[in-house]
Each structure stands twice: as structure tokens, then as C-alpha cells.
């Protein structure tokens, strides 16, 4: 059964003895807005072995990042800059708009996957001879995360050389087969293979499109438009959903469901020859005038000599080749991030998103909803509102509100849904609130855990590694997708939904504390800063 949604370093290394006070604003507050921060801006937290800081508010700046005394200002809150005569127009999120949306017909693709199978699988095994066979059935399914677990992995490497864009564009070729495959097939051996396909090139997008975002994103909207991942699988799932509908009375219809899959891809292909790459790949690639006409492009003519130092001053710290060694990911301060992108992806699978999807149907079914289509429906709908919601937040209240609020929602309401089951004073009252419990999670998953957990990992990564880091992430989220797959029945087979439900809410409340405490606030604040600020903690840590 395939996971329905999403999906060590030393821990002792990671256990700080106060919380992270982070500010942005001269007047910033703690966590919540809730308590002034009495101390200047900063984002600290200390070690038991080493003394370890890290500063995530106020900007600091490499003497190299200080921009010409004849710099134009950077003010990305003005609507016009003065440039002699000349007025130039602010458009905002506008320009990166058409390449971020053409980048998230990947995560369309990945949400439509995950829904095409949920109905048809019946007709499917009926057609190829496997009908009955529970474990055939499953394996069909779950084989697309062995391939995007292989995809993933190895995209770390192919995108360091490539690019994001011509790796989008080489991505396509296992997309588009594997669905004509898959379409075509008339053994069982043809569908597994063509849903392997499927998986690798999935798992592949999965790692490019949060970096490609995070990298041609203005850093006053990188946030909003981070989100577009996440609304792009969940339209990629509701329109599964509604053209698997003839499915009830067409044994055949799954085959024109999977032949509709190889359409993205041919789109996502074209798409890409007309989008930009990286700025930050081309500067690193030594395109410099390339990597300038993008920046002019999509973030205004007045941003490039500044971006264009940013990125020369990281390379020069970094270094200039394009592919890193995935053995810098246990070299600080690379290996923190790494461990924090690993650890998110844990706890996010661990605190049961797939789980719950699965049992959602029969929690609908108890209040006399019992079309599976209907309450996916309801669920996809769920999704896609708590994704808008994230798109309006993220850049106004900060990643790691968001996560926090998210995982204690979510745990709010797995305690909500175990006290109805364990303790049902009333039939239809249990009923209503398993219902209302199941959406208060969903929703709350969508506003943070699903979206926050895509872009903050790039965020915090450098740009020598953001690649391997996000490659070694996403894999850790496959693996741990696959096995609450794999355990999750058996579990609620011996012990009951009620405490399988209350374990994820303890988890959640876990990643809730984990954010709180390790999650460095990235709002409003370029790459480039986010690294710099982050290797000079290291190197000063290492001076003491």
C-alpha cells in the first residue's frame, strides 16, 4: 500500500541548553509574540560540549557583502526605484511567478500518482491476473517509492552538475515512459516496471523543486512561492480523484488515467526550455553575464550588483567547482543541516499523516459518507485550504511559528480523535469528533509540516551542498515513508487505533519542541545571508 502523502548525526551533538531567541526586527518578539526578547537580535543556543551559536536575525554582513557606496537601494518595499531619469517598477513575486509554476507541475504530478492508484487498483488487478492478491496489489503500488527513493539519492549529484532546468528537462524521460508503460501494460511485470519508472522520476523532482524555488525566488516572497509545491500536489491528487471517477463503471479506464499522466511531462519538459536556471548555478557555473540577465529578469535590474557580490563572496568560501562530495556532509556546519532536514522528515512521517489518510475513508464512513471518492474529496479540499493558508503566512510569520503551530495542532487533534474512540460517551458525538479531528490534522499539516519542511531545509543549506543535503533528506523521508506504511496496520491490529493515534500526537508534540528549539527563523533574509551567518557561528565556535 502506497503511503498515501507525505512523506544520524550524533543527537548528543544537537541538545542545547536554551532556546533559540530569534529576531528580525529591532522590536522583535519570542516564538509566539508573546514575550519581548530583552537582548539584541539574535538566535542563539549552547551546547553541553562545545559552545555552539547561531545567529538568525539581525543582518549580518561580510565586509565583502556591503554594497558600492553608488549602489541604487534595495528597499524591496518601495513600488519604484529611481534610477537617474528613469523609473524602474517593482512587479514583486510577478516575474518568478510563470517559472515557479511551471517547476510545480512536477509536485502536480507527484500528487496525481498518489491518487491514480487509490481507486483503480481493483480493475488493474483484475486486468493483469493478480486480483485477491493482497501483497501484489501492495507491491504495485509501494514499488513507486523504491524508485523515488533511487531518484532522489542520486539527484544530489545531477543537479550539482546540471542544473536545475536541464535536470527538470532530463527528469521527464522516466515520467513520461513510465506512464506510457504503465498504460500499456499486459503483465504484471510491465505495471511494476512502469510504476518504478514513475517513482524515479518522481523522486528526483522532489529534491529540484524546492531548491530550484528557493534559488530564483525573491527573498521577500520565497516563502509564498515555496508554498506552490504543496498546492501543486494537492491539485495533482483532487484531479486524480475527479478523472478517476468513470473508473466505478469502466473496468478499463485506469489505462486512460495513466496514459493522462505522461501529459505533464511533456508540458513540464517544454515548459522548462522556456524558464530560466538558477542564478546561483550560473554565477557558480562562471555564467556571470547569464546569471545577471536572470536576475534582471526576475528580480528587478537594481538587485544585481548586490546578488551578483552575494554569490561571488559564498563561492569564494565555498568554493568554485560545481560538484561537492557527499563526504562534506559530515563536515560542520554542513552536517547539522543535514541532520536537522533528516530529523524533520522522521518526525513528520513518524507523527502519521499516512496513517491518518488511510483510516480517513472509515472515519467518513462512520457519519454516512461511504463513497472513498467523496471523502479523499474532502481531505483533498482540507489539503489545498491549509496550503493557501501557509502561502499567505509564511513570509509574515516565519517558518518556525509555522511548524511549531502546525505539529501542536496536529497533536491537538490526534488526542482529540484517540479520547472520542477510547471514551465514546456518545455514538454520533464520537463520530463528529473523530471527523472534526481528522480535518483539524489535515488542515494543520497542510499550514506547516508539509510545506515548512520542503523550504527550510534548503534555506539553512549551503550552496556547495544544498544539493546532497536535500538528496540525503528526501531519502530519509522515503525510507520512513515505507516502513509507517509497512507497520502501520499491524500496529493497529494489535494495539488499536486509539493509542496509535495518541503515539502520533506524542510524536508531533516531539517535533514541535524539535522546531522550537533547532529551527533557525530564515524569513525575509537572502541565502547567501542565511550561510554566511551560519558558517561564521561555526568558525567562531571552532575559536573557542
Known amino acids: 500500500m502506497i503511503q498515501m502523502l507525505e512523506a544520524k548525526a550524533n543527537p548528543l551533538l544537537f541538545v542545547p541548553k536554551c532556546p533559540p531567541v530569534v529576531s528580525l526586527q529591532p522590536s522583535s518578539t519570542f516564538l509566539l509574540n508573546k514575550i519581548k526578547n530583552p537582548f539584541p537580535p539574535s538566535a ?220 505533464p511531462g511533456i508540458v513540464l519538459a517544454l515548459g522548462m526550455q522556456f524558464s530560466v536556471d538558477s542564478p546561483r548555478w550560473l554565477c557558480k557555473a562562471g555564467r556571470i553575464d547569464d546569471a545577471k540577465e536572470v536576475i534582471s529578469q526576475l528580480w528587478g535590474p537594481s538587485k544585481v550588483n548586490k546578488a551578483i557580490e552575494e554569490f561571488q563572496s559564498v563561492i569564494r568560501n565555498d568554493g568554485a567547482d560545481l560538484d561537492s562530495s557527499w563526504l562534506e556532509l559530515l563536515e560542520e556546519p554542513h552536517s547539522r543541516v543535514a541532520f536537522i532536514g533528516g530529523s524533520l522528515f522522521i518526525l513528520q512521517q513518524l507523527a502519521g499523516i499516512n496513517g491518518v489518510l488511510y483510516f480517513s475513508s472509515l472515519t467518513f464512513r462512520d457519519v454516512g459518507i461511504t463513497s472513498g471518492a467523496l471523502a479523499s474529496l474532502f481531505v483533498g479540499l482540507t489539503n489545498f485550504a491549509g496550503a493557501l493558508c501557509a502561502s499567505y503566512l509564511m513570509d509574515k510569520q516565519g517558518r518556525q511559528v509555522l511548524l511549531v503551530g502546525s505539529y501542536l495542532g496536529m497533536a491537538v487533534s490526534m488526542f482529540v480523535i484517540a479520547s472520542a474512540i477510547s471514551f465514546p460517551i456518545d455514538t454520533e458525538i464520537s463520530s463528529n469528533l473523530s471527523i472534526l479531528g481528522t480535518i483539524m490534522y489535515i488542515f494543520s499539516f497542510a499550514i506547516g509540516a508539509g510545506p515548512v519542511t520542503g523550504l527550510i531545509i534548503p534555506e539553512l543549506s549551503s550552496s556547495r551542498t544544498r544539493g546532497k543535503i536535500l538528496a540525503f533528506s528526501f531519502s530519509v523521508h522515503w525510507v520512513f515513508n515505507f516502513l509507517v506504511g509497512l507497520f502501520f496496520l499491524e500496529l493497529v491490529r494489535k494495539i488499536g487505533i486509539a493509542p496509535v493515534y495518541a503515539g502520533f500526537g506524542s510524536v508531533s508534540l516531539l517535533a514541535a519542541a524539535f522546531a522550537y528549539y533547532f529551527i533557525v527563523e530564515t524569513k525575509g533574509r537572502s541565502l547567501e545571508e542565511i550561510e554566511i551567518s551560519l558558517t561564521a557561528n561555526y568558525q567562531d565556535r571552532n575559536k573557542m
Open 44 to 263: 542563539s543556543c549552547s551546547l553541553p560540549i562545545k559552545n555552539f551559536t547561531i545567529t538568525a536575525a539581525k543582518r549580518r554582513q561580510d565586509p565583502e557583502l556591503e554594497p558600492p557606496e553608488n549602489n541604487q537601494p534595495d528597499d524591496e518595499n518601495t513600488l519604484l526605484t529611481e534610477k537617474g531619469d528613469e523609473k524602474e517598477v517593482d512587479l514583486g513575486w510577478l516575474p518568478t511567478f510563470p517559472h515557479v509554476l511551471t517547476a510545480s507541475m512536477s509536485n502536480f504530478l507527484f500528487g496525481y500518482h498518489i491518487g491514480v492508484m487509490n481507486g483503480p487498483i481493483v480493475s488493474i488487478a483484475k486486468d493483469l491476473g493478480f486480483e485477491g492478491n493482497s501483497f501484489l496489489e501492495g507491491l504495485v503500488v509501494s514499488i513507486f517509492i523504491g524508485g523515488a527513493f533511487i531518484g532522489s539519492i542520486s539527484c544530489g549529484s545531477i543537479v550539482d552538475k546540471l542544473g536545475c532546468r536541464r535536470t527538470f528537462q532530463l527528469d521527464t524521460i522516466p515520467l513520461i515512459l513510465g506512464a506510457i508503460v504503465s498504460a500499456q501494460a499486459h503483465s504484471l511485470d510491465e505495471i511494476l516496471f512502469g510504476r518504478f519508472l514513475v517513482g524515479l522520476g518522481i523522486g528526483v523532482n522532489t529534491v529540484l523543486v524546492p531548491i530550484y524555488i528557493s534559488e530564483v525566488s525573491p527573498t521577500k516572497y520565497r516563502g509564498l512561492l515555496g508554498t506552490f509545491s504543496q498546492i501543486g500536489t494537492c491539485i495533482g491528487i483532487i484531479s486524480s480523484l475527479f478523472l478517476a471517477i468513470p473508473s466505478e463503471n469502466d473496468p478499463h479506464w485506469w489505462r486512460t488515467l495513466l496514459y493522462i499522466a505522461s501529459v
